[in-house]
């Protein structure tokens, strides 16, 4: 079946350096790609999304790379602060004909970014 | 600007217990949803609602139901809760579809 899913569960770095987390797709019609932040006790926050008609979207200290032959997508963040630590999730948005897409919303399970002083 | 506002915020029901969760956005959206999280799951959608006057069901919708009272407010009802249902519950915002979401603090229920 779809699903959306996490290389690593859990993500150890230091202050100041960069993280990359990963998310597995399966479904190629999706064509829209959210990353959100969850910090503990609270919503999830959008991060950054990217379109199926691009490759790369750059945000302040965020990155999101989408490669869609391989059907995966990257969410970098640079000189990571301990202020990121958090849950990260994708999520993608599928599109099936003549239906809209509400109920194609995926999430993953989420990577816990845990970063070290 | 508040955002989205869910209350309660905390919740402990017995079984059969009925009860509403409320949910209300302040940036004029016209979608809502409402989400549970479960350890290990993400989040998965239990109803949506594209716009004012219409809902829909989402992955888990058994066992609940949904009011859009109006273009501000969405409402989960659980008529007799299951130690199943025992979760946190967030409900989402967002302008139309393919957009970010917005999302409330959440509801932890707890069903004994």
């Known amino acids: 079946g779809e699903s959306v899913g996490l290389h690593l569960p859990t993500l150890s770095v230091q202050e100041g350096d960069n993280s990359i987390i990963n998310c597995a797709y399966s479904?190629?019609?999706?064509?829209?790609f959210i990353w959100y932040k969850q910090e503990s006790g609270k919503g999830p926050q959008f991060i950054i999304d990217i379109r199926s008609n691009m490759d790369k979207r750059q945000g302040q200290r965020v990155t999101v790379l989408l490669n869609k032959t391989v059907k995966h997508l990257s969410l970098q963040i640079a000189a990571t602060q301990p202020g990121d630590s958090a849950v990260y999730f994708c999520a993608e948005n599928g599109q099936e004909r003549g239906k809209t897409s509400y109920d194609k919303v995926i999430f993953g399970p989420g990577t816990s970014l845990s970063v070290i002083p | 600007n508040a955002g989205v506002t869910q209350t309660p915020k905390f919740q402990v029901l017995k079984t059969g217990q009925s009860m509403t969760l409320q949910c209300a956005q302040d940036m004029n959206h016209n979608s809502m949803y409402w989400y549970r999280q479960d350890p290990g799951m993400g989040l998965r959608l239990i109803y949506y609602?594209?716009?004012?006057?219409?809902?829909d069901k989402g992955e888990v919708p058994n066992g609940y139901n949904v009011s859009r009272l109006n273009k501000r407010e969405f409402s989960l009802r659980l008529e007799s809760a299951a130690p199943s249902q025992t979760s946190v519950y967030f409900c989402?915002?967002?302008?139309?579809?393919?957009?970010?979401?917005?999302f409330g603090q959440g509801t932890r229920l707890t069903v004994v």
């Open positions: 989402a915002s967002s302008v139309r579809d393919r957009t970010e979401a917005f």
């Open positions: 479904n190629s019609a999706s064509d829209y």
């Open positions: 609602s594209a716009s004012e006057g219409t809902t």
